[in-house]
T-cell receptor, first 115, second 111 residues
Framework: DTAVSQTPKYLVTQMGNDKSIKCEQN?????MYWYKQDSKKFLKIMFS???????INETVPNRFSPKSPDKAHLNLHINSLELGDSAVYFC??????????????FGAGTRLSVL | KQEVTQIPAALSVPEGENLVLNCSFT??????LQWFRQDPGKGLTSLLL?????REQTSGRLNASLDKSSGRSTLYIAASQPGDSATYLC??????????FGPGTRLSVLP
């Protein structure tokens, strides 16, 4: 019944590894997002996809690569993990992009710890 | 570049009090503004969405106002309850689908 679900909830890994975080939404939304919450609790958008197409790509290292196999999924793959990648990553979805009524629904977050 | 600030950073009130949380943003060219609550270890829950053409929105004990020209929004919580304890975030949605969040206000409602 969860609207936006992320897996895993916790991820602990070594520096240099490659890892993926999965996100799925069952709301029938067209737009999905990835956010990073830093140690100061600021949430910053990383990527946004609308109908499987990239529409926002903020200044994010190219080690981060989003993949959208279909409208309901937006996975985040991270190569060569670094200590500074440790954060909580949130996935979200909304009915449309650039629309006034785009209430976002968020997943529970994935806490990534890079050792 | 849009910047969002929230005051106060933390607030502790006794149960039953009415309270106001403040949000300020530097660029008034926004589509909408959303208020969220974040509970420890959980995701964000959208509380209210105010479109740029609106001045306020109400949901139950919550009322959010928006003054776009002055770059301010307030979230009013009436008759606070211990269950309202959480971090409250405001986020502005600017043109180009750029969502910027404030740092949040951590609210504690004491029984």
């Amino acid at each position: 019944d969860t609207a936006v679900s992320q897996t895993p909830k916790y991820l602990v890994t070594q520096m240099g590894n490659d890892k993926s975080i999965k996100c799925e939404q069952n709301l029938g939304h067209d737009t999905m997002y990835w956010y990073k919450q830093d140690s100061k609790k600021f949430l910053k958008i990383m990527f946004s996809y609308n109908n499987k197409e990239l529409i926002i790509n903020e200044t994010v290292p190219n080690r981060f690569s989003p993949k959208s196999p279909d409208k309901a999924h937006l996975n985040l793959h991270i190569n060569s993990l670094e200590l500074g990648d440790s954060a909580v990553y949130f996935c979200a979805s909304s009915q449309g992009a650039g629309l006034a009524k785009n209430i976002q629904y968020f997943g529970a977050g994935t806490r990534l710890s890079v050792l | 570049k849009q910047e969002v600030t929230q005051i106060p950073a933390a607030l502790s009130v006794p149960e039953g009090e009415n309270l106001v949380l403040n949000c300020s943003f530097t660029d008034s060219a926004i589509y909408n503004l959303q208020w969220f609550r974040q509970d420890p270890g959980k995701g964000l829950t959208s509380l209210l969405l105010i479109q740029s053409s609106q001045r306020e929105q109400t949901s139950g004990r919550l009322n959010a106002s928006l003054d776009k020209s002055s770059g301010r929004s307030t979230l009013y919580i009436a008759a606070s309850q211990p269950g309202d304890s959480a971090t409250y975030l405001c986020a502005v949605n600017g043109y180009g689908q750029n969502f910027v969040f404030g740092p949040g206000t951590r609210l504690s409602v004491l029984p």
